[in-house]
């Protein structure tokens, strides 16, 4: 009896199907991959400035909710787009367009890119959104108002986080929004309770860019 160690990146593990044993002539020396075997990577830049303790950083929440499902990688934005990761998650980290540029024809060719809100992209903007945002932070449920934190409203039917339940517990007291004249065809994924936006996708290519309109 004899054993050994293949070691794959997650590229090379999407496009697995079968292993076979040299010599092997025998149903016992071949394998065959499922899904399972595709464990997708996400490649996250985390534009925070400084080091913030883990309970206050975005990656850290990120990289919890992910790990079990994902091989996660991380690094700047100029890396993003060379790394095989078919997901690109930017935790307020805004690009202008020559920084977009690499990353925007890679999601032309089938890959994802998810942003998070946060005050660098609320001042700064990026072209990596779905549609242009108002560079003004909306609050809600502060002390300086009477206004309460809004709860998550809905998720779209025929969507991709169509199905999930609606949480009782999740509270949002910071949003970017939309400018008023953002073109057409951006697809509202989950809204607030007062009918704005909370995720939001526009399709460019293969690819996707969607918006989560509240930090992580």
Known sequence: QAGGVVRLDAAQRAQLA????????TAASA????ASMARPRAFIV??????PPPLESPSHYVQRALAPH???ASGTM?????????????LDAPADAEQAAPLLRKVRNGAVV???????VAENGSQLLPAPVARRVRTVG????????LQVGRFARNAPLAGLPTPSDARVMRQLLYRADSPPGVEIWAGLDDGT????????GNGLLVFVHTAA
């Open 46 to 51: 985390d534009g925070s400035a400084g080091t």
């Open 114 to 120: 998810v942003s998070f809100a946060g005050p660098r």
């Open 142 to 149: 502060g002390a300086l108002d009477w206004t309460q934190p």
């Open 31 to 34: 394998f065959l991959a499922d």
């Open 78 to 90: 100029e890396q993003a787009p060379r790394d095989p990761a078919r997901l690109v998650i930017l």
């Open 18 to 25: 079968r292993i076979t044993l040299a010599g092997g002539a």
């Open 70 to 72: 994902s091989e996660l």
């Open 197 to 204: 936006p909370l995720v939001s996708a526009r399709r460019l």
